[in-house]
T-cell receptor, first 109, second 115 residues
């Protein structure tokens, strides 16, 4: 079968750095995506890693280690507007994305 | 450009009634996905289409659920008869082509309440 594990909640303060981890177990793995969802809104695409290493997009970076079946989303210079749920999702052969249960990030001042 | 359009945004119905949710994907996208989101189960894929053809419907909970995509610009998800446990937010999403399904564009969702 397939499974994704990510923490259910993370808290941090403005200006801090936070890392949201994701471990996965799946066959036919293609890559790992990250999505952000604000309360009451729709998920929006943040990043995708198909190869090992770090991808940086502004304040957000995403990392993948295929050998460890592990990835993380790194958020730097946290702002109040970053308070949201963050989902990792795996792309695999023959099917669409499989989403994790999500991590709720709360940023306080 | 318009994003993914879903209607209605909110639906309240009584148990046993038929519910039809509608989705218009982004023009030029040829993969379409229906998801259901609840606190307990998270974001679940129900079905996805590629070039209007259903590819994987293994996530459809039971025979009460059906989905169609008669053309590239329209899809429906129907629940008949509806039950209280169907209450959830239903999202439609589209992506440009099958090889890039990792980047999906979600509609605003339909919040369904079945009493």
């Amino acid at each position: 079968g397939q499974s994704l594990e990510q923490p259910s909640e993370v808290t941090a303060v403005e200006g801090a750095i936070v890392q949201i981890n994701c471990t996965y177990q799946t066959s036919g793995f293609y890559g790992l995506s990250w999505y952000q969802q604000h309360d009451g809104g729709a998920p929006t695409f943040l990043s995708y890693n198909a190869l090992d290493g770090l991808e940086e997009t502004g304040r957000f970076s995403s990392f993948l280690s295929r050998s460890d079946s592990y990835g993380y989303l790194l958020l730097q210079e946290l702002q109040m507007k970053d308070s949201a749920s963050y989902f990792c999702a795996v792309s695999q052969a023959g099917t669409a994305l499989i989403f994790g249960k999500g991590t709720t990030l709360s940023v306080s001042s | 450009d318009a994003g993914v359009i879903q209607s209605p945004r909110h639906e309240v119905t009584e148990m046993g009634q038929e519910v039809t949710l509608r989705c218009k994907p982004i023009s030029g996208h040829n993969s379409l996905f229906w998801y259901r989101q609840t606190m307990m189960r998270g974001l679940e894929l129900l079905i996805y289409f590629n070039n209007n053809v259903p590819i994987d419907d293994s996530g459809m909970p039971e025979d009460r659920f059906s989905a169609k995509m008669p053309n590239a610009s329209f899809s429906t998800l129907k629940i008949q008869p509806s039950e209280p446990r169907d209450s959830a937010v239903y999202f439609c999403a589209s992506s440009f082509r099958q090889g890039t399904t990792y980047e999906q564009y979600f509609g605003p969702g339909t919040r369904l309440t079945v009493t």
